[in-house]
C-alpha cells in the first residue's frame, strides 16, 4: 500500500528547512486524527442544539398567533427530536471517522432549514443576520472544505429563495435592504472559508506534532528495551565467562564480573 507523508513543518532554528530526525506521519493518519476532532465537538453540539430547540418548541407553545402553530412550535419540536436521536446514537459507541462530517452536515443543516423557515415565515431581511451567524459557525464546525461547501451551497441557495418568494418583483429586491444583507451573507461565506482553512492548517500542525511526539515516545521505549536487551546479553555473557571482565572509567574499576571479583579479592 502506498501512503503519502508529510515531514514536520519549519521553525526558525532551521531556517525554513524539514527536519529529518522527526518521525514521518502519514498522510491518512493524520486526516484519521481531524475527524476525530470533528466526532469530539458533536455531542455537546448536539446535546446544546437539542436543549434550544426544545425550548423554542415550549416557548412557541405559550405565544401567539394560534394560526402560526405549525411552523412555530412542530418543526422546532420535530427538530429537537432528530437531535436526541442523533445524540442517543452517538453515545452508543464511537462515530466511525467517515461519518463525522455527514453527521454534522445533517445537524447543521436541519438548524439552516429552521432558520430559513422562520425567515421566510416573518419576510423580514434583518432576519438573514441570524444565517450569517449560523454560517460563520459552519466555519469553525467543519473541517472538510467539501462538505463546508456545500452546507454554504444550500444556505445561500435558501436564502435567494426565500428572497426571491417575499419580494413580488426584482426592482423592490434592488431597492430594499435585502440586497445589504445578501452581500453580508456573502461576505460571511467568504469569512467561513478563511476560518475553515485557518482551523484546518492550525489542527493538522497540532495533530502532526502530537503524531510525531507520541511516535519519537515510542521509538524511545523501543531504544531504551534494546539497551536492556543488550546490557543483560552482556551481563550473562560475562558471568558465564572464565576470564576476569572490568569496565573501567578514568582508572577507577566500576562493574566487574564475578571471576574477576575471585581472583583479586
Known amino acids: 500500500m502506498v501512503t503519502h507523508t508529510i515531514n514536520n513543518p519549519s ?18 493518519e493524520l486526516l484519521t486524527a481531524l475527524q476525530e476532532q470533528v ?34 412550535i412542530v418543526l422546532p419540536a420535530l427538530t429537537a427530536t432528530l ?18 462530517h455527514p453527521v454534522a452536515f445533517v445537524a447543521l443543516g436541519l438548524v439552516f432549514l429552521n432558520s ?19 454560517v460563520l459557525g459552519a466555519g469553525c ?7 463546508l ?31 445589504k444583507v445578501g452581500g453580508a451573507l456573502l461576505a460571511a461565506a467568504a ?13 493538522r500542525q497540532l495533530q502532526l506534532h502530537t503524531l510525531q511526539e507520541s511516535a519519537l515516545r515510542q521509538k524511545c521505549v523501543e531504544t531504551m528495551r534494546m539497551v536492556q536487551e543488550k546490557e543483560e546479553r552482556f551481563r550473562r555473557l560475562s558471568e558465564a565467562t572464565f576470564e576476569g ?3 573501567v572509567d578514568k582508572g577507577q574499576i566500576i562493574d566487574a564480573n564475578p571471576f574477576l571479583t575471585t581472583v583479586i579479592g
Open 141 to 147: 464546525v467543519f473541517l472538510s472544505s467539501e462538505w
Open 83 to 100: 437531535f436526541v436521536g442523533l445524540r442517543l446514537m452517538l453515545g452508543r459507541g464511537a462515530l466511525p471517522g467517515r461519518w463525522t
Open 245 to 247: 571482565l572490568a569496565v
Open 39 to 72: 466526532g469530539q465537538t458533536l455531542p455537546p453540539l448536539l446535546s446544546g442544539l437539542a436543549c434550544l430547540y426544545g425550548a423554542l418548541a415550549l416557548g412557541s407553545a405559550f405565544l401567539p398567533p394560534a394560526l402560526e402553530l405549525a411552523p412555530g
Open 149 to 179: 461547501t456545500w452546507l454554504l451551497v444550500v444556505a445561500l441557495g435558501g436564502w435567494t429563495c426565500v428572497a426571491g418568494l417575499t419580494n413580488t418583483s426584482w426592482a423592490s429586491f434592488y431597492t430594499s435592504s435585502w440586497i
Open 116 to 134: 430559513l423557515a422562520h425567515f421566510h415565515r416573518f419576510a423580514d431581511p434583518l432576519q438573514t443576520l441570524v444565517l450569517i451567524l449560523l
Open 11 to 28: 521553525d526558525s532554528s532551521s531556517g525554513g528547512r524539514l527536519d529529518p530526525s522527526l518521525p514521518v506521519v502519514a498522510e491518512p
Open 191 to 203: 469569512l467561513a472559508v478563511a476560518l475553515q482553512r485557518f482551523r484546518v492548517r492550525s489542527l
